[in-house]
């Protein structure tokens, strides 16, 4: 069932069917070579899922992984992962950006199945309602915290959640920088996003498409305010700015199945990137994106 009432505009309006709890014992079938790899790695990243029907990513170094968001079932979660070609046993923890329940729906099941902690704001772990048995390691936006063998730095991000954040991992000089669901690009986002080897960055709406598409007016305002979500144009000045060599990924996220269509948000992406960000991607609802790594 569902953790919180709390819904993104747009899962409010897709319909959303939840899930059961009941997720029957999984089997891991970990080939040999994957052991191999992580000595060698620096940090892995795969969107898992994107959107208003469900966020997760995974995010892997030598030490252990951790998740960023629990919006699927622990089944869907732990099946996207090996999917990928990495090891659910692996995963250390749950970090949450927010309390909506694209991003939550599925934190108590997955840390109850996974056995690992969840990391967030009081507002946003009080929001989720997690039962005794999750152990919670509150956070405060601007505080870093090792987890996983990373060095994990919360910053605020503008959404109209209750204390929302985006989240930079760093493993030695290796840094990924996690923002999605934000209505605009503040001075702060600009600054914890800008040296970055990869980047998950929202771009979620062409505007032309939703201001002339069927959300009711109250929505578009919503979604296209400075607390929404971030347009493609928006998410790719951004990116316009952090197009440096150093840039290894992009992968844009939380794209809209009703007001974007993927060959735009990379299109304008691609523009602004001005050849770097070689990786460049949208993640989506259906598959995660190839666990990909970043060279130190
Ligand atoms: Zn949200
Ligand atoms: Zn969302």
Redesign the pocket.
């Known amino acids: 069932m569902m953790n919180s009432p709390i819904q993104?505009g747009?899962?409010a309006v897709s319909g959303i069917a939840e899930f059961s709890v009941q997720i029957p014992d999984f089997k891991f079938q970990i080939p040999g070579t994957i052991n191999q790899k992580l000595e060698t790695m620096s940090i892995g990243i795969s969107v898992l899922a994107s959107?208003?029907k469900g966020?997760s990513i995974y995010l892997e170094g030598p030490d252990g992984a951790l998740l960023i968001d629990a919006?699927l079932s622990a089944r869907e979660t732990v099946k996207r992962i090996e999917l990928v070609g990495a090891d659910p046993r692996r995963v250390r923890g749950i970090l949450v950006t927010?309390e909506?329940s694209?991003?939550l729906r599925g934190v108590k099941v997955v840390a109850r199945r996974l056995k690992v902690p969840v990391y967030g704001t009081p507002e946003t772990v009080s929001a989720a309602r997690l039962p005794g048995d999750v152990r919670i390691h509150e956070i405060k936006a601007g505080t870093p915290f090792a987890a996983a063998g990373f060095e994990i730095m919360p910053f605020s991000i503008p959404h109209d959640a209750l204390d929302p954040v985006g989240f930079i991992a760093g493993l030695g000089s290796v840094r990924v920088g996690v923002a999605?669901?934000l209505g605009h690009a503040t001075t702060l986002v600009r600054e914890r996003l800008k040296d970055c080897g990869a980047l998950v960055l929202e771009s979620n709406h062409d505007e032309k498409m939703l201001m002339e598409g069927p959300y009711p007016w109250f929505l578009k305002q919503r979604v296209k305010g400075r607390s929404g979500?971030l347009s493609n144009v928006a998410s790719a000045e951004m990116l316009a700015r952090f197009s440096n060599p150093d840039l290894q990924f992009v992968i844009l996220a939380?794209l809209s199945e009703i007001n974007n269509v993927p060959d735009l948000a990379l299109g304008t992406a691609r523009e602004a990137l001005a050849g770097y960000g070689s990786g460049l991607e949208a993640a989506s609802a259906a598959a995660p994106t190839k666990l990909v790594y970043l060279d130190r």
């Open positions: 993104d747009e899962a959107g208003s966020n919006g927010h909506h694209d991003h999605t669901d979500h939380h």
